[in-house]
């Protein structure tokens, strides 16, 4: 071998370590952060207060809970509102748990007004805790969330709610 290809040798080694490493990183540590890495697992406890407000993921306990993350400044996010004020309205068995991660409030205010956003729980996290906590950045994002706190689905991006199969899914759970 030349002496340039042994200095090289060390190098390339170096490097190929380096991509090893961090695609282990990526694939292996996906559920480091907390949130939860799939179905089955407990939903994360969270407790956001808002003014007088106070919203705690445990008080809903014993109740099937879907848990909307939103914004909005997000389209899709009201394409499925309606929905999902319809689900809350035809089961009362059934929590929609509607939060925003605007870091606006007044925002977040005036959308709910403008857009007549009622009958359902509704509250701003501008510290983003609880959607983070989920792993959720890029709304809409929901989970369904049975009566011992275990996460049976994730829904990424605007459904009706009031679909047939997902009301029989929900009922049956």
Not at 10 to 28: I, T
Not at 78 to 102: H, R
Not at 103 to 130: C, E, F, R
Request: positive net charge; glycine residues 6%; aromatic residues 8%.
């Amino acid at each position: 071998m030349t002496s340039t290809i042994r200095r090289r040798l060390p190098a390339l080694s170096l490097a190929r370590l380096f991509v090893l490493c961090a695609l282990s990183s990526v694939l292996c540590a996906c559920n480091s952060t907390g949130h939860p890495g799939s179905i089955g697992d407990r939903a994360p406890s969270f407790t956001i207060q808002n003014g007088a407000q106070t919203v705690s993921l445990q008080q809903y306990r014993g109740k099937i809970v879907v848990l909307n993350f939103w914004a909005s400044w997000c389209p899709p996010c009201l394409e499925e509102f309606p929905s999902l004020m319809q689900l809350q309205k035809d089961d009362p068995n059934i929590v929609v748990l509607a939060v925003s991660f605007d870091t606006d409030v007044n925002a977040y205010n005036q959308y709910l007004t403008d857009n007549h956003i009622t009958g359902i729980t509704t509250i701003v996290d501008p510290s983003q805790k609880s959607n983070l906590a989920f792993g959720t950045t890029r709304p809409p994002e929901s989970y369904i969330i049975d009566r011992k706190g275990i996460i049976r689905r994730k829904v990424i991006g605007p459904i009706n709610w009031t679909d047939p199969e997902m009301l029989n899914y929900l009922k049956n759970l």
